[in-house]
């Protein structure tokens, strides 16, 4: 069964910082990968998909990698401002998944202090 | 203005009472799930739905129930058997089938209290 790990759990930074964010996941047969945004008490934003085939999308200050065959994934965020503070979580979805479910890491919380 | 809607935003449980949840999107998406989330976890999948009339159990459906006899509503009831229902609770959907670049739209979530 596959299952998705985040490190750190918990992340604060001052601002201006640029920061990495860990997923691991112990099935490397995924047919996408994903980082959403959760802000508190809210419910899911999606960032940015990789598809398996792919190794990493850009979206303005954000930049996911993959690297498939050693099952981990990073989310680089550049020159970080308070606005950015979240949790962050990551998702894959199986090859062999029809329903198109995902299986979720437990998120990290990243805290950007002014 | 397309998008998923979940009520009520907060809910309270007596010990014993069935509640539901609503969800409703007008996105057209034939697929729709039910995430449970506990404070400081990741999204666990209750059931999914890939079609009107048809729903499969997702990994911890023990508990709960659902009903999908619209294709842009899909209740989730929380029964008396569910022993540890204090949770935030979040509805999904997205189109099907997939093949290609896709994701899943979440609502904004219910927070469900157990009294």
């Known amino acids: 069964k596959q299952e998705v790990t985040q490190i750190p759990a918990a992340l604060s930074v001052p601002e201006g910082e640029n920061l990495v964010l860990n997923c691991s996941f112990t099935d490397s047969a995924i047919y996408n990968l994903q980082w959403f945004r959760q802000d508190p008490g809210k419910g899911l934003t999606s960032l940015l998909l990789i598809q398996s085939s792919q190794r990493e999308q850009t979206s303005g200050r954000l930049n996911a990698s993959l690297d498939k065959s050693s099952g981990r994934s990073t989310l680089y965020i550049a020159a970080s401002q308070p606005g950015d503070s979240a949790t962050y979580l990551c998702?894959?979805?199986?090859?062999?998944?029809?329903?198109?479910?995902?299986?979720f890491g437990g998120g990290t919380r990243l805290m950007v202090k002014p | 203005d397309g998008g998923i809607t979940q009520s009520p935003k907060y809910l309270f449980r007596k010990e014993g009472q069935n509640v539901t949840l609503s969800c409703e999107q007008n996105?057209?998406?034939?697929?729709m799930y039910w995430y449970r989330q506990d404070p400081g976890q990741g999204l666990r999948l209750i059931y999914y739905s890939q079609i009107v009339n048809d729903f499969q159990k997702g990994d911890i459906a023990e508990g709960y129930s659902v009903s999908r006899e619209k294709k842009e509503s899909f209740p989730l009831t929380v029964t008396s058997a569910q022993k540890n229902p204090t949770a935030f609770y979040l509805c999904?959907?997205?189109?099907?089938?997939?093949?290609?670049?896709?994701?899943?739209?979440f609502g904004p979530g219910t927070r469900l209290t157990v009294l």
């Open positions: 998702a894959v979805r199986q090859q062999s998944n029809a329903g198109n479910m995902l299986t």
């Open positions: 999904a959907s997205s189109p099907y089938p997939t093949g290609g670049p896709d994701t899943q739209y």
């Open positions: 996105l057209n998406h034939d697929a």
